[in-house]
């Protein structure tokens, strides 16, 4: 049986709080979009407190490593291992492809999209990953898959946007 989770559950473990993004997954419509759009003001606050994007590069695999653990205890505890409302797979990707943009808010307006596109379109190989790999480590790497291929249209696409 799956469960909807609320305030009240993702409260109960530290891992509902990071698997859920902060409160983020729980938005009604559109929880993954809503995950996404959470970690831009997280990484703005990261720039802004002088931190580099650097140690942010270097803390990822953590990162990661923790959204595995984190999704699969809650996607166990909600009886759905890929729940949508677990979007924490979703802000360690955006950060993943934030640290390789421009700081501008086109360049983060257009890497959004671009990482919106191939994590809902989930073209191959990241809809094969998807089919292949279960439980919280296949939750996060279909997104990490999904900003590595959204770093790869913006590198091909901004110069001849004139972007860099």
């Not at 677990?86 to 307006?109: Q, R």
């Amino acid at each position: 049986m799956t469960i909807s989770p609320d305030w009240r559950f993702m409260l109960r473990h530290p891992a509902h709080v990071i698997a859920l993004g902060l409160g983020s997954g729980l938005a009604a419509k559109a929880p993954g979009t809503f995950g996404t759009l959470a970690a831009l003001p997280l990484y703005a606050l990261w720039l802004a407190l002088g931190l580099s994007p650097t140690l942010l590069a270097w803390l990822l695999p953590l990162l990661f490593a923790l959204g595995c653990w984190a999704c699969q205890r809650t996607g166990d505890a909600l009886g759905a291992p890929d729940h949508g409302a677990m979007v924490w797979d979703e802000m360690v990707a955006m950060w993943a492809l934030l640290i390789v943009l421009p700081a501008t808010p086109l360049a983060w307006a257009l890497g959004f999209a671009l990482f919106r596109v191939f994590d809902i379109v989930k073209p191959w190989p990241i809809r094969w990953l998807d089919a292949q790999l279960k439980g919280g480590f296949g939750v996060m790497l279909d997104d990490a898959l999904a900003a590595l291929m959204a770093w790869a249209v913006w590198r091909l696409a901004a110069p001849a946007l004139g972007l860099g």
